[in-house]
Each structure stands twice: as C-alpha cells, then as structure tokens.
C-alpha cells in the first residue's frame, strides 16, 4: 500500500502494505508536522472468535432460527446485535433455554456443571468454546488431580475465569492482579501451580508470577504459555507503536478483556492518551486537538469493518497517511466444533472456516 493511500487499505491490500516501512518520514523543525496514522497488526480477530463466529452462523444456517446461545457468543456489542438480528438469541444461564432446544456454549468457556444442566434440560448442545481456552481447563484438572493448589490469575468474574474455576473448585484460588497476592493462602507452599486467564497485560501478569514466588518460591509454571498467541501480538504491536503516538485508539467493547488491555498497554508505553471506542461515531473531536500520530487497533472479537470505520473517520479529519506497524503474522484457524461439521458433512455443506459468500456480501461481521 503506497503511504498516504487510505483507499487502497479499504481495499485490503495487505501484501502490498506489509513491504513498506512501518514508519514514515518526520518532517523537518520548520515545517508542521504531518498528520498520520499508524495501524497495528495484527489486530482484530483471533483464530477462536472467528471460530465462534462462524459456529453461531453456520448453526443458523442448519437449524433454523432461533438459536441460543448462552452469554455473549464473544465480547463485541456489534457481533452480538448482528448475530441477533440474524436469529441468535443471547441468554444469560442454561436455564432461559427451552427444552430440547440447541445451545452455542461461548468462546469463554463454561464449568462442567453447565453441561450437566444442559443435559438434565435435554438441550442440544454446541460447545465453541477457544481450544485455547480448553487447554487452560485441561491444566487446571491436572494440577487438581495431581492435588495441587492452583493460583488462577485473572479477573474475577470474567466468564474465561468463572469456566476454568469450574472445573476444580476445591483447588483453585482466583488471584486478581499483582496487589491481590498478599491475600493468598495455600495448603502446601510447596505443591502451587499458576495458572492464568488468557487475556490478561503479559506485563502485569508477569508482575503478579513475581510477587507470588517471593511468597512461594517452589511455585510451578503452567506447562505452557496461558496467555494466548493472540493477546501476546495484539499487545507487542501497541508497544511497538505507543511510544510514537500522541494518540491510541482501540476498537473493542468495554467487557472485552484483551481489548481494555490493550488501551492500559498503550498508555503504559508512551502513548499520550488512549481511548476504547465499539464504533467510529463514538470518537470525540476533542481527543485529536494537537494530535500528529494517531495509533490504531483493535481487540481479538473485533470485526475489520468497524476499523475501517475509523479509518475513514480519521482520513476525513487529516489523518489519510496509514502506515502498517507489523509486529507478527499469524496464520492459525481452528476447525469448527465436532457438532457443527457432523452435521454439515450430513448435509452435504462445507465445513470450511472460511465464511460463506452469503455472509461476506452481508458484510457485517467479516
Ligand atoms: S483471545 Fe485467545 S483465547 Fe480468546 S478466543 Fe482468541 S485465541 Fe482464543
């Protein structure tokens, strides 16, 4: 994408924007500095908020409206309401489903114990819950099996933590944030595991692994990163670019963790301010007053269009200059859950990840 040229990102052509430098000339001392953007990848969808995606939409597509889902499918107000307007109806515990009715189990995971009420209740049940998430519940029933007391670092009552607290109760002790350590007791200082939420500031959760093992020093490692792939590169790609701008803004919903994360990344590396915003028609004039470099990005449940939204917002008010800061590629996509390409492959439909056309020319959610 040659700098300067808005329309040609609308177009999408990342190929071309990832061989240009990711930053672009300073003006000289006499001169007015020019207005840019700099816009973080990646960015936007992560591999399981496609995968629920796409699972609430291609349930639609088999069964029929309605279909239920229990809690927010992901954590975007804009993914909800379209989903809504399609046939999805939101509920909040199993028990708002009728019985024999099919349920989409969330990104977030669910405890065990919400299976066993969908099963009393005879619902057909669709679990899109991120394998990465999986992994995380799957740690926690060894460590518990292994009789470990398990440090669970996270934000209490996030849905993710609700889950994988779920599956141990008796072993888990939730451990929210670095001042939440001196309030921790465990059965045997020597047999302590952490484990953690997958959304969390790496920065921050690193912070509270170090105080804990001032206070636990045989404390254990989880056996592999909890923090996901994609909250580590969305946060790498704000560091990269905080230090240069006046400005952050992320797109992404108020309960969506990685995406609040990523406004308090921006600020703790050097961006003068830095706003969470769902839609463009949310930003305030006022926040561009004196702005050079405005920083761009979005949360991991966050639609493309709704970036471009504030690409164009930005470029109508001077900001046309876009220049990519690529901090990582990625290339993971999960397959849909088992249910859903059962019962496509029945039916003779693809069960590809890949969305269909009838969804792209909707155009609202990819
Ligand atoms: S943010 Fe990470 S853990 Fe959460 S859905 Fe995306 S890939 Fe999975």
Not at 293 to 301: E, L
């Amino acid at each position: 994408m040659p700098r300067g040229d808005h329309a040609a990102y609308l177009t999408g052509d990342w190929g071309a924007a990832r061989r240009q430098p990711t930053m672009g000339p300073m003006t000289d001392a006499t001169e007015r500095p020019t207005k840019r953007v700099l816009l973080a990848a990646p960015r936007g969808y992560c591999a399981g908020v496609d995968r629920a995606v796409v699972t609430v939409e291609k349930a639609l597509e088999l069964y029929g409206p309605p279909v239920y889902v229990r809690k927010e499918i992901v954590h975007n107000k804009h993914v909800v309401t379209t989903l809504e307007k399609r046939g999805a109806i939101f509920v909040e515990e199993t028990d708002e489903v009728p019985e024999g009715a099919t349920v989409i189990f969330s990104a977030h995971g669910v405890a065990p114990v919400v299976h066993e009420e969908a099963k009393a209740l005879n619902l057909k049940t669709i679990d899109a819950t991120c394998p990465l998430v999986t992994k995380v519940h799957r740690e926690a029933v060894r460590f518990a099996s292994d009789d470990f007391d398990i440090l669970l670092i996270g934000h209490e009552g996030h849905e993710e933590v609700v889950g994988t607290s779920g599956e141990a109760p008796e072993h888990i002790t939730l451990v929210d944030g670095p001042d939440d350590v001196a309030n921790v007791t465990v059965r045997d200082p020597d047999k302590v595991v952490w484990l953690s939420q997958t959304t969390l500031s790496v920065d921050e959760t690193m912070e509270t692994v170090r105080r804990l093992r001032d206070r636990f020093p045989s404390l254990q490692d989880p056996p592999s990163d909890d923090i996901c792939y994609a909250t580590q590169n969305r946060q790498l790609a704000v560091k990269q670019m905080a230090p240069d701008c006046d400005l952050m803004i992320v797109v992404g919903s108020r309960n969506s963790s990685n995406s609040v994360r990523l406004v308090e990344v921006a600020i703790e590396h050097g961006s003068k301010a830095g706003h969470l915003v769902d839609y463009a028609d949310e930003i305030d004039e006022t926040w561009l007053d004196g702005v050079t470099t405005v920083g761009v990005t979005s949360g991991a449940s966050v639609p493309e269009l709704l970036v471009r939204d504030v690409l164009t917002y930005l470029a109508e008010r001077g900001y046309a200059d876009v220049a990519p800061v690529v901090a990582a590629e990625e290339s993971l996509l999960f397959s849909l859950p088992n249910e859903i390409r059962r019962d496509l492959k029945a039916r003779g439909l693809s069960d590809k990840m890949r969305h269909d056309a009838a969804f792209e020319e909707a155009g609202s959610l990819h």
